[in-house]
């Protein structure tokens, strides 16, 4: 049974466990978007540090520029005069997050291109067309003149994922045997002042700095902070000379807009209105700076040990540990789980905070449906087993406590109530069996209430024969007190059950009783699966069958030294001499039971009423 048990409780975690390995795999829309979140969580609360917060700056094409240059495209004669003042200032880089395909004016366009080549240190952008596999379609280059000119050509494709937040950036496009890096790469590149890079299956090298990046060159974003982290200078206060030389001299320049008429704005964990300029400025620190963020091989076997580790875990622990501690040991497991991921996201590694809690949930929730439907199922056998053999009460504290219905014999000393018709056979010759079964289920409804009451186990009936006992399956300290009492107000209850059946016509039944302690084999005795039954068998059984004759000659129970030697002090008892029981040779000494010693307090000495709270008067006193 234990190990049906335990096999159902393994099933039932592996299936929970194999689902969300599924999931994890098939990288479900909603689980997925979950964890999304969670990783935008993690970016707010545990920004990266920049090396190279200083070094950046943004020359922002905002509202104040549209206001004194005119709307937006205004002429290229501006974006000349803005390399004129970066060339005299001696700025490090400038990279224009923007691009020129189609020509405006000769004179305009020649002014640019030629402020371009002086410079020598500008990068122009381009943009990419991608199909719905994936695959570039086309490509919007600048004007040729102003291609040739420039030092680097990037592309600043925007990637979102489905909810519409950045979180990945693609690094480099192969597009007609050529990679273009992106605008973010040739900033790291302006940073470190390195122009070797280079693309394979799965990385991204530059100079000697490995970028981890999936296998098409795409790497996870880890942002240094929120819009406004770098120094902004209005376009138009640079090309009006209000802002000092020595605020540009040997920064790199990312040259974008920021107005929201232009429509250049992000989503990023941060911010719904990020500037894609400052996009890429600080993928471009992230690189330079080296604080990377991982979700690679690595990582996914990480996910996939603590989905399976800790969905085990909690499984167990809510299948072995009561449901009291259980259910804080599996938050604290939540809770350890959760702090895992933020410490390895601190250290660069994006590990699922998603998945191995789904696991956790999923196990411990079928580990404590298995535990409520087993223990569901025990308290109904419990009841069945025992319901029509104890009280209500007894019932109770087996259902709480089922350890204490142990299944299987074992060896326990009893008192032990046998109680028999007299002259049964007689009587039922003389009557119809109808009125046998009437007289009977009155005397055996009555003899078991009061058995009951007493808290005794009513093992079973034998045709007109009633075999009781104390001490089973529920441990009792007072069990031969309670068989002694019970026996008495059994003997009391026959004076009004013989009233109720002359006053019917009928003639009045009367009954003996016998009681013993000793040791018994007591548990669920039978074939498995076929009868079972809670019972006691051995000598002290048999011997009860015998002494209860004599009872019939006493006028009232009787039973054996071994049951007075525990009640001497409540009972008042009569020898009666000894006799040889059918099957021993050695005499057995009996006691007729008279009553109860009248210095038998109505309550112990805790307070509690006395287990002989319900003799009559009579019985109290020990009278006749």
């Known amino acids: 049974m234990v190990f049906r048990r335990l096999k159902n409780i393994q099933f039932a975690a592996f299936v929970a466990i194999a689902c969300v390995v599924v999931l994890y795999y098939l990288q479900t829309g909603l689980l997925e978007g979950f964890e999304e979140q969670t990783y935008d969580l993690r970016v707010r609360l545990l920004p990266s540090e920049s090396a190279f917060r200083s070094t950046i700056a943004l020359i922002a094409i905002d509202d104040k520029t549209l206001a004194e240059l005119g709307r937006f495209p205004f002429s290229r004669i501006h974006y000349a005069a803005l390399l004129q003042k970066t060339t005299e200032a001696e700025a490090g880089a400038v990279l224009f997050d923007a691009f020129f395909p189609e020509p405006q004016s000769a004179a305009a366009d020649g002014a640019f291109a030629d402020a371009v080549r002086r410079s020598g240190r500008v990068t122009l952008a381009g943009g990419f067309e991608f199909a719905a596999d994936g695959s570039v379609t086309g490509f919007t280059a600048n004007l040729p003149l102003l291609q040739n ?16 937040v950045i979180r990945w950036t693609k690094l480099a496009v192969r597009y007609g045997g050529k990679d273009y890096p992106s605008l973010g790469l040739c900033g790291a590149a302006e940073l470190l002042q390195t122009a070797d890079w280079e693309t394979g299956l799965g990385r991204v090298r530059l100079g000697p700095r490995r970028i981890p990046a999936d296998d098409e060159q795409r790497m996870l974003i ?47 964990p941060f ?50 540990v009561r449901h009291a501690i259980s259910l804080p040991l599996v938050l604290g497991l939540l809770a350890a789980h959760v702090a895992l991921c933020f410490g390895a996201f601190q250290a660069g590694h994006w590990i699922s905070i998603v998945y191995p809690v789904v696991a956790i949930l999923l196990a411990s929730a079928a580990a404590s449906y298995l535990r409520f439907a087993v223990i569901d199922r025990q308290a109904r056998e419990i009841r069945a087993m025992f319901s029509s053999y104890v009280s ?103 004076e009004p059950l013989q009233r109720k059946w002359r006053g019917a016509g009928d003639e009045p039944l009367s009954w003996g009783i016998g009681l013993h302690t000793g040791e018994v084999i007591v548990g669920n005795i039978g074939a498995v699966g076929k009868k079972m039954e809670y019972t006691a068998i051995g000598d002290s059984v048999n011997l009860t069958y015998r002494i209860q004759n004599e009872s019939r000659d006493a006028g009232s129970a009787v039973m054996t030294r071994a049951l007075l030697e525990k009640v001497r002090s409540l009972a008042v008892a009569e020898p009666l001499g000894s006799f040889t029981v059918k099957g021993k040779s050695i005499p057995v000494e009996i006691f ?27 019985c109290r006193r020990g009278d006749e």
């Open 149 to 164: 000119a420039a030092r680097r050509i990037a592309q600043i494709n925007v990637l979102p994922d489905a909810d519409g």
């Open 222 to 268: 880890r942002y240094a902070g929120p819009p406004g982290l770098y120094e902004r200078f209005s376009f138009a206060d640079v090309v009006a000379g209000r802002v000092a030389p020595e605020k540009l001299r040997g920064r790199v320049l990312f040259v974008g807009a920021t107005a929201l008429g232009i429509y250049d704005m992000r989503i990023t």
């Open 271 to 320: 911010s719904n209105n990020t500037p894609g300029v400052e996009l890429n400025a600080g993928i471009a620190d992230s690189i330079a700076t080296g604080n990377f963020m991982r979700r690679d091989v690595p990582e996914r076997l990480v996910d996939l040990a603590c989905i399976i580790l800790f969905g085990l875990l909690a499984a167990w622990l809510s299948w072995k």
């Open 392 to 494: 209500k009460k007894v019932v109770d504290i087996l259902v709480k406590n089922p350890q204490m219905a142990r299944i299987g014999g074992e060896s326990r000393e009893l008192t032990i109530l046998f109680a028999d018709v007299k002259n049964y056979t007689t009587y039922s010759e003389k009557r119809t069996p109808a009125e046998v079964v009437r007289i009977l289920n009155d005397y055996l409804a009555a003899m078991t209430e009061i058995i009951l009451k007493y808290d005794g186990t009513l093992d079973k009936f034998l045709g007109d024969g009633i075999l009781a006992y104390w001490n089973a399956p529920l441990v009792q300290e007072n069990h031969a007190r309670l068989a002694v009492c019970c026996a008495l107000e059994m003997m009391q209850a026959m």
């Open 592 to 618: 007729a039971l008279r009553g109860l010693a009248s210095s038998i307090p109505e309550t112990d000495p805790s307070g509690t009423q006395n287990p002989c709270r319900a003799g009559t008067n009579r």
